[in-house]
C-alpha cells in the first residue's frame, strides 16, 4: 500500500484467491472448479462469439438473452434476474447496497463476506457456528440486520432447509436475506421459489461451479423485482458492460444443455459419496457435504503439514489460515482418477509419518 492509497482502504485486508499455478503441472483440488470442460454447445457460442467483428461491438448491457434464457430455466420473468461478472460482483454489489443496518454472516463461511464488509465500512458480526459446524437459526432471527448465507456453507458443506430460509425472510421482511447457492446444484435445495413469495429474498449463483465456467465470470441473482432494480442501480453507477459478449454467449448456451451439466453433477457427487468413504476409511473425520467439495481433517496429521506434503506431491488442496479451522481443508471434489491418486498419496504421506 502506499501513500496515494484512500485511507479508508489503507486497513483493507484483501481476499486471497486460491493458488492457479501456472504450470499445470498439479491435480488442483483446491478451488472448487469443475474437473470436466463445458459443453460442445457452450464451447461452439464461446468460438462464434470470440469473432473479431462480434468483439468490436459493445456488449449488451441488458444481457437480454443471457436474462431470458435464465428466467425461462427458473420459471421467473427477466425482471426478476441479475447478471454479472461471477457471484462475487454480486456480492459486493449487495454489500454495497443493502448492508447499512449491518450483516451477519456465520464466523465460518466464505472468506469474501468479511472484505466486502470492510471494503463498504459496514458494520457486520460473524456468528459462531454451533459444534460440528451447524449454524443455528435461532443466532440471525430478529436481528434487524442484513443476512449472508452460503448454502451450502463453504468450506463445510452443510446445508440449511427452505424452512429456516422462509423464517429468516419471515422475521425481518425489512431486511435482505441473501442466500449464496454457488454449490447448489451438487444436492442442495434451492430458494430460488422462495422468491416468488418474499420480496427481501436474494438468492446468487453461479456459472464457476457446475457449469463448468469458472473463467468466463458470470454470476447471476434471482429475486423480486424491487431487489433486482436495485442492484441494477449500483451496476449501471459502476460499470453497465459487466457481462462481456463472450461470457454472455457462453452462459446463454450452457443453459441450452442442461443434460450435459447434469450429468457432470451427478458424477461428482457420486465421487464425493466415493470418495468421502475413502477418506473415512484413513482416518479422517468428513463432514457430510451437499457441495462438490469435503471439508475433512486427520488427528494424525496437522492440517497445515498434511497440505504442504500434498503440494509437495503437486496435489493442491485448500488451507484457510483461519485458526478455528486450521486442522481442516477443503478438498474439491475431482473426477474419480483425481481422487484415486489423492488417496494413494494420502497412503504414502501416513505410512512416512508412522514410519518415523
Ligand atoms: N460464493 C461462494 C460460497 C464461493 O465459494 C465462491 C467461489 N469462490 C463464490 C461465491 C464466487 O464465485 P464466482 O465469483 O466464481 O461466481
Excluded: W
Excluded at 56 to 68: E, Q, S
Excluded at 209 to 221: D, N, Q, T, V
Amino acid at each position: 500500500m502506499s501513500r496515494f492509497l484512500n485511507s479508508i482502504y489503507q486497513t483493507l485486508d484483501a481476499y486471497t484467491p486460491g493458488e492457479q499455478p501456472k504450470d499445470g503441472a498439479y491435480i488442483k483440488l483446491n478451488t472448487n472448479e469443475s474437473p470436466y470442460p463445458a459443453g460442445p454447445a457452450t464451447v461452439k457460442a464461446v468460438t462464434d462469439a470470440r469473432q473479431a467483428a462480434r468483439l468490436r461491438l459493445y456488449c449488451d448491457p441488458d444481457a437480454v438473452a443471457l436474462k431470458d434464457a435464465l428466467a425461462e430455466r427458473y420459471g421467473v420473468k427477466r425482471s426478476n434476474v441479475f447478471v454479472s461478472n461471477g457471484s462475487d460482483d454480486i456480492l459486493n454489489f449487495s454489500f454495497m447496497a443493502f448492508a447499512q443496518d449491518g450483516v451477519l454472516f456465520p464466523e465460518i463461511t466464505y472468506g469474501f463476506y468479511p472484505v466486502f464488509g470492510d471494503l463498504h465500512g459496514v458494520e457486520y458480526t460473524r456468528v459462531p457456528l454451533k459444534e460440528g459446524f451447524f449454524v443455528d437459526p435461532e443466532d440471525y432471527k430478529g436481528k434487524g440486520k442484513m443476512i449472508v448465507l452460503a448454502n451450502p456453507n463453504a468450506p463445510t458443506g452443510r446445508a440449511l432447509g427452505l424452512d429456516v430460509i422462509a423464517e429468516f425472510c419471515e422475521s425481518d421482511p425489512d431486511h435482505v436475506i441473501l442466500i449464496d447457492e454457488a454449490y447448489i446444484d451438487f444436492g442442495g435445495i434451492s430458494a430460488v421459489p422462495l422468491t416468488a413469495k418474499y420480496e427481501n429474498l436474494l438468492v446468487v449463483q453461479t456459472f464457476s461451479k457446475s457449469r463448468s465456467l469458472a473463467g468466463a465470470r458470470l454470476g447471476y441473482a434471482i429475486a423480486s423485482e424491487t431487489l433486482i432494480n436495485d442492484l441494477e442501480r449500483i451496476k449501471y453507477s459502476t460499470n453497465p458492460y459487466n457481462v462481456n459478449t463472450v461470457s454472455a454467449a457462453a452462459g446463454t448456451a450452457a443453459l441450452s444443455e442442461p443434460e450435459y451439466y447434469r450429468e457432470n453433477c451427478r458424477k461428482i457427487m457420486e465421487t464425493r459419496e466415493y470418495s468421502a468413504g475413502r477418506l473415512k476409511e484413513l482416518g479422517f473425520e468428513v463432514i457430510p457435504s451437499v457441495a462438490n467439495f469435503l471439508f475433512v481433517s486427520n488427528p494424525k496429521i496437522d492440517g497445515k503439514e498434511f497440505y504442504l506434503e500434498l503440494k509437495e506431491r503437486r496435489i493442491l488442496i485448500r488451507h484457510f489460515d483461519n485458526p478455528a479451522i486450521t486442522q481442516y481443508n477443503r478438498i474439491t471434489v475431482g473426477t474419480r482418477e483425481e481422487m484415486d491418486q489423492l488417496f494413494a498419496a494420502i497412503r504414502d504421506i501416513l505410512d512416512r509419518k508412522e514410519e518415523k
